[in-house]
């Protein structure tokens, strides 16, 4: 079986102390695909042998945790889109960061 703890990529803190429990009884299986991740959070894996599947009773120590990244994707769109005229040749544009960056946001395009 393993095990995984999520943490808040921004603040570093434990953001859910639920741990994920994906049991394996296939022990020549020596991997797994965890999928339905958020993007750029970081995760912390890992693993345990048992000798009783169905209570478990018999768990080994756990290996050290792993910690890993999950990759940046596209972020959401802006929120709060606000425009002024501030004369009759220029416009005031401002906005909020997207509530989803899914990253680190480098720039803003305004057209």
């Known amino acids: 079986s393993f095990c995984f703890v999520v943490v808040d990529a921004a603040e570093g803190r434990?953001?859910?102390?639920t741990v994920m429990l994906l049991q394996l009884t296939n022990?020549?299986?020596t991997s797994a695909d965890i999928t339905g991740l958020r993007k750029f959070t970081i995760y912390k894996v890992s693993v345990r042998a048992a000798n009783e599947v169905i209570t478990g009773s018999l768990e080994g120590p756990a290996s050290n945790?792993?910690?890993i990244?999950?990759?940046?994707?596209?972020?959401?769109?802006?929120?709060?889109l606000?425009?002024?005229a501030v004369?009759?040749?220029?416009?005031?544009?401002?906005w909020l960061p997207p509530l989803a960056p899914n990253g680190i946001v480098q720039f803003y395009q305004v057209f």
């Open 69 to 80: 990244q999950t990759l940046q994707d596209v972020p959401s769109a802006p929120v709060s």
């Open 27 to 29: 022990v020549s299986v």
């Open 65 to 67: 945790f792993v910690e």
């Open 82 to 84: 606000s425009i002024a």
């Open 14 to 17: 434990v953001e859910r102390s």
């Open 87 to 94: 004369d009759d040749t220029s416009l005031h544009v401002t």
